[in-house]
């Protein structure tokens, strides 16, 4: 079954850390473009975080410098290494899989409550 699984979401405290993964069992998985998003109450989705096959990555401006994606191609997973957590970054937080002409793939999300 083509699926993305999100794990590592929860309740941190401002300042902490979270890694998220998101294990896809799609194929061509290297060679596909892999992005975390985010989708916080009352707001619209919103880029994190991508990084395409040859290892280009895009960060949103907001999480630069605190935030980093990365991609493990053995084990089809790509990460996010989440620092210095704010209150704002409280959000579902979805996986995307995009490939050529496809329809982006996602995940169901992992909640990341940022709180004291």
């Known amino acids: 079954q083509v699926q993305l699984v999100e794990s590592g979401g929860g309740l941190v405290q401002p300042g902490g850390s979270l890694r998220l993964a998101c294990a896809a069992s799609?194929?061509?998985?290297?060679?596909?473009?892999m992005g975390w998003y985010r989708q916080a109450p009352g707001k619209e989705r919103e880029l994190v975080a991508r990084?395409?096959?040859?290892?280009?990555?895009d960060y949103a401006d907001s999480v630069k410098d605190r935030f980093t994606i990365s991609r493990d191609n053995t084990k089809n997973t790509v990460y996010l290494q989440m620092n210095s957590l704010k209150p704002e970054d409280t959000a579902v937080y979805y996986c995307?899989?995009?490939?050529?002409?496809?329809?982006?793939?996602w995940g169901q999300g992992t909640q990341v409550t940022v709180s004291s």
């Open positions: 990084i395409t096959s040859g290892g280009n990555i």
């Open positions: 995307q899989r995009r490939l050529g002409g496809l329809s982006p793939l």
């Open positions: 799609v194929n061509m998985f290297s060679i596909s473009t």
